[in-house]
């Protein structure tokens, strides 16, 4: 499936994205396949994951809690470009729109635990949340988990390969084929959709 998307070199908060040049957005077969929880998967997801899989409640405040506050975030890139036709499908917006993607490495006792990947419309960034545009190494998570009236979706879930991460995640793996856990889902505030992907990695140690 092939889709044009801008990108584009501006990043103010204030200033809508200037989009410079046309490209491809190609979706690869290394696109993840996620899949609701209840109709797939079940009772077959292991222990422990499990348990954080489908923890309702902020993964950053369990991750601060569980590494006693050796926590932190690594910002892995933080662009203007188009999402992936099943990130738009999820968001309930026109594939195209071009979204604020983010990818991140959640770090406990400086090990990379989790692998989170957000893509935030550009039209949800507007108004009370148009701060998003522009925050450093915040975790989304805690930003979020803070507003009120926060509505989230049911969380679909994916089982892949370390080597279908991108390039930078994936680079302090050594097992490439190391099978790895993860889910995403919507959330809505000011009934803005946004959409918030996490992946737990093999150095994942509650």
Do not use: M
Request: one cysteine or more; hydrophobic letters at 40%.
């Amino acid at each position: 499936y092939s889709k044009q998307a801008f990108s584009t070199t501006q990043r103010t908060a204030d200033a809508k994205p200037c989009f410079v040049r046309l490209i491809a957005h190609t979706i690869t077969p290394q696109t993840l396949i996620f899949r609701n929880f209840n109709t797939c998967f079940g009772e077959n997801l292991p222990h422990p994951i499990r348990e954080w899989l489908l923890d309702t409640g902020s993964l950053t405040k369990r991750l601060i809690k569980t590494s006693k506050g050796h926590f932190a975030v690594n910002v892995l890139s933080q662009r203007w470009a188009a999402a992936q036709f099943s990130e738009y499908q999820l968001l309930g917006i026109k594939p195209g729109e071009i979204c604020l993607i983010r990818e991140v490495l959640l770090q406990c006792n400086q090990s990379p635990w989790v692998y989170a990947r957000s893509a935030l419309p550009l039209s949800s960034l507007t108004g009370k949340l148009r701060h998003l545009r522009h925050f450093d190494n915040r975790p989304l998570g805690q930003l979020l988990f803070n507003a009120p009236k926060l509505k989230r979706s049911s969380f679909q879930i994916a089982q892949l390969n370390a080597g279908q991460l991108p390039l930078s995640a994936s680079a302090q793996i050594e097992d490439k084929n190391a099978k790895l856990w993860g889910r995403r889902s919507r959330c809505v505030l000011y009934n803005k959709p946004l959409l918030v992907s996490e992946i737990f990695l093999p150095s994942f140690q509650p």
